[in-house]
């Protein structure tokens, strides 16, 4: 059988040992340098010859580092003549620039599936990418897999006895058929926040957001899903509009949780706000993770242990994407 080469960049530690730990085997050895100029080097510790290599590497706060990384990985094991190279990258960085919003941007998404296509990969495994187009961008093989199975197994397991008054909620029209996904799933109810931005004055810069609820939330457990939560302004004052309409509680519910900055404590200064839950798809230091008291984190290793068992082994994927690992 061909041999299988798992290797570990150093944007996530935490998560590659808990794939590795459930495949049962251990990382290939490779050695990760930065020299006093800031540049990256990467020496891989064995013979990759004929190999089939996974690299696990997400975004990160140290994205571009990463990122290069992750390129330098790549290339050396192409060099080494693997036969074929998988990057899983949990997080897939830039993935929020995968279109033009002003003149004269970049689509940095792009950029980033041109740069990891000449540096030699193969295949790619991630995980809720923001913009479906995203996997358009490649010439290879993507797999965008879904947390959303293992989101809706966590909700039942653990909120079971209010599931019944539960609300599927989408902060944006954006997210609709995210969250009718996981209401059909869960078969609850599920709402929309409409967002209208209207100017104070004629000729003004300066805005204001009107609110508008469209579904019923009152005395209801809400969960406001989303793919990704970084900044937290629409979360926030998206719970507060559900608190006013009288929902009982409120969940923030998102796969990447980026949280920059003072995010958590926003968060937890935030009385509308019940809980927020992520995955660990992308790293979070331990001190800030115990800064919080409403943070809960689900795993979802088991799922990028289960994708590269399958891809390994030539068996269909599809079956991750309506069943949780």
């Given amino acids: 059988m061909q041999k299988v080469k798992i290797f570990t960049g150093s944007s996530h530690p935490e998560l590659a040992s808990l794939v590795l730990e459930r495949l049962g085997i251990p990382a290939s050895p490779a050695i990760l340098k ?50 074929r190279i ?73 909120f079971e006895s209010v599931l019944s008054r539960g609300v599927v909620i989408s902060k944006n029209a954006g997210g609709a058929k995210r969250v009718t996904s996981l209401a059909d799933r869960l078969k609850i109810d599920f709402a929309l926040i409409h967002r209208e931005r209207y100017h104070l004055q004629a000729d003004s810069e300066l805005t204001e957001t009107r609110l508008t609820l469209v579904g019923d939330v009152k005395g209801k457990i809400c969960f406001m899903v989303d793919d990704v939560i970084d900044g937290t302004h629409s979360f926030l004052d998206s719970c507060e509009h559900l608190k006013k309409c009288e929902a009982e509680k409120v969940y923030i ?51 990028f242990a289960e994708a590269i068992r399958r891809t390994h082994n030539s068996e269909s994927i599809s079956y991750l994407f309506h069943t949780a690992i």
């Fill in 34 to 83: 930065r020299f006093s100029n800031a540049e990256t080097s990467v020496e891989i510790g064995e013979s990759v010859r004929d190999a089939d290599v996974f690299i696990i590497q997400s975004g990160s706060t140290a994205v571009n580092d990463h990122l290069m990384e992750l390129l330098i990985m790549i290339s050396a094991c192409r060099s080494a003549s693997a036969r």
């Fill in 253 to 303: 519910i998102a796969t990447h949780g980026i949280l920059s900055g003072d995010a958590l404590q926003e968060i937890e200064e935030c009385s509308a706000v019940d809980e927020v839950i992520v995955t660990n798809t992308y790293p979070m230091a331990e001190a800030k993770r115990r800064s919080s008291s409403k943070l809960s984190i689900i795993d979802i290793s088991g799922v």
């Fill in 86 to 158: 998988t990057a899983v990258l949990p997080y897939f960085p830039y993935n929020k620039q995968s279109k033009k919003k002003k003149a004269r941007a970049a689509i940095t998404a792009k950029l980033v599936s041109n740069m990891l296509h000449v540096a030699g990969v193969d295949h790619i495994i991630t995980m809720d990418l923001h913009s479906s187009q995203i996997q358009g961008f490649f010439n290879k093989p993507v797999d965008n897999l879904l947390a959303e199975p293992s989101i809706a197994r966590y909700m039942k397991e653990r």
